[in-house]
């Protein structure tokens, strides 16, 4: 089964440590998204912790990460290709652009901040 991890608003980002645990417990890949500016940006395809944690670095330096719900997604595979393309989360057209999916299907919208 997959792990999800939510960061909400106003707390602080989830510690390295417990996404490295989380990325070795579930190591086919992850993924996050995160609303900023009335919009909910998807990143995902990450194989390694080593790429998911540069990119949350860079995601860093662009906005307070801390003020943001931001939700990490850490794959099992237990069907399909193991690849960054079966990476969670994916848009959900059943929710519209904005509406990410995990795999367990749609999630609520993401709060604006």
Request: charged share 20%; hydrophobic share 35%.
């Amino acid at each position: 089964m997959c792990i999800i991890a939510i960061k909400p608003a106003h707390q602080k980002m989830i510690d390295e440590s417990i996404i490295e645990t989380m990325f070795d417990t579930n190591p086919d890949g992850a993924g996050y998204m995160y609303a900023y500016n009335n919009r909910v940006h998807i990143n995902k395809g990450f194989m390694t912790l080593k790429e998911l944690l540069n990119s949350l670095d860079k995601l860093k330096k662009k906005i307070n990460i801390d003020e943001i719900p931001l939700i990490l997604h850490f794959r099992i595979s237990t069907s399909g290709k193991t690849d960054s393309a079966t990476c969670h989360p994916f848009p959900s057209p059943s929710t519209g652009p904005a509406g990410p999916e995990t795999g367990s299907g749609p999630c609520p919208r993401l709060p604006a901040v």
